[in-house]
């Protein structure tokens, strides 16, 4: 493969991480994500895009303003680095062929879900119901055979967690039902995998805060499970299809 590839992902991705960071403060605060341009949240000064270029622009400032001095937060390179090598990653795990464009947006999705879910405990709707649109409509475009596979997959997804949240209201959120069913539109059966990722994982941390807690605090202790699903749509995105594969020829 060559090095373009990995090369331009990962610098669209940091770009694009810039971007997420305005999604992940402004969209949950029903705020504008274009006016006004970005600017510190301390001061209000405008950002000069000498200042803004991504991760370098933190680092040469050693994390403050320019202009007042204060600190800023290591979430904003934090997020575009990560995004970045998520960007970078996907031709890698999935190859420059169609699937390639979802995975692309995917991340694109994922990353502030994951964000804005951590800091607020919501799904927006703003980002889940375009996600579903443009799921659909990449998965018709190029690679129609596997439409009704998709379609499937995101009525499955959501289908298990929305029995789960009617079965246990004060643990599962629609938004966790929406993101899964937009999961299960991206991945298709790969959208298995993840699920079990996303369990897996949220479990194995809640046990460690029911340990840290006892187990009487740590059930009323609040965990956001958005993460968690987008840690398992990260497995699923890169894995996944792989992981089914060798399932079906192993036990079926």
Do not use: Q
Request: aromatic residues 10%; proline residues 8%.
């Amino acid at each position: 493969m060559s090095a373009v590839f990995v090369t331009v992902p990962a610098l669209f991705g940091a770009l694009f991480g810039s971007f997420l960071n305005v999604v992940i403060w402004r969209l949950p605060r029903g705020e504008s994500l274009s006016v006004p341009a970005s600017h510190c949240p301390a001061c209000t000064s405008p950002i000069k895009p000498y200042d803004n270029v991504p991760v370098l622009s933190w680092l040469l400032l050693r994390g403050r303003c320019r202009s007042c001095t204060v600190r800023i937060s290591p979430r904003y390179p934090l997020v575009e680095a990560l995004t970045a090598a998520l960007m970078a990653f996907v031709p890698l795990a999935v190859g420059t062929g169609p699937g390639m464009w979802p995975g692309f947006v995917l991340v694109a999705l994922l990353v502030p879900i994951a964000f804005i879910d951590l800091d607020h405990r919501i799904i927006p709707n703003k980002l889940t119901a375009p996600g579903a649109v443009l799921a659909v409509a990449l998965t018709a475009a190029l690679t129609p055979d596997a439409l009704v596979e998709h379609l499937i997959a995101g009525a499955a997804a959501f289908a298990f967690l929305f029995a789960a949240a009617l079965a246990y209201p004060g643990g599962m959120g629609m938004g966790d039902v929406k993101l899964a069913g937009v999961m299960g539109l991206f991945l298709g059966a790969a959208v298995a995998p993840a699920m079990l990722v996303a369990l897996v994982s949220g479990c194995v941390v809640g046990g460690v805060v029911m340990a840290r807690k006892g187990a009487r605090e740590g059930r009323k202790t609040a965990i956001p499970f958005g993460p968690f699903l987008a840690l398992g749509g990260l497995a699923g995105l890169f894995a996944g299809d792989a992981v089914v594969t060798w399932y079906l020829h192993t036990f079926v």
